[in-house]
Nanobody, 122 residues
Framework: VQLVESGGGSVEAGRSLRLSCKAD????????MGWFRQAPGKEREGVAV???????SFADSVKGRFTISKDNTKNTVYLQMNSLKPEDTAMYYC??????????????????WGQGTQVTVS
């Protein structure tokens, strides 16, 4: 499975960004896909994931501000980030694994990772 992120950048607090993750590889290995982030000096954090059946899971810190969606025809997962805060500044990584829809959750470990895209909020 290969994951390629895009859409990061620098924005002012309160603005929005949308991240995209294009996936290739066996579908069953990426049933559960989403986003993690890591800021300098902080632990890695699961942000949002979406299962093959559309079930979503979010970190408490982003609930109500971030949404996750997918376009199966494009093998792409999106993270829409609204009302961005400086504490959202981090490297954002696309992740994937074969968890079924029922199990797909931000608290799981993921095997496949993208290279990351930087999001900076000032």
């Amino acid at each position: 499975v290969q994951l390629v992120e895009s859409g990061g950048g620098s924005v002012e607090a309160g603005r929005s960004l949308r991240l995209s993750c294009k996936a290739d590889g066996f579908t069953y290995l990426r049933n559960c896909m989403g986003w993690f982030r890591q800021a300098p000096g902080k632990e890695r954090e699961g942000v949002a994931v979406i299962g093959s059946g559309g079930k979503t899971s979010f970190a408490d810190s982003v609930k109500g501000r971030f949404t996750i969606s997918k376009d199966n025809t494009k093998n792409t997962v999106y993270l829409q980030m609204n009302s961005l805060k400086p504490e959202d500044t981090a490297m954002y990584y696309c992740v994937a694994d074969g968890y079924n829809d029922r199990s797909c959750n931000v608290r799981l470990e993921f095997y496949y990772w993208g290279q990351g895209t930087q999001v900076t909020v000032s």
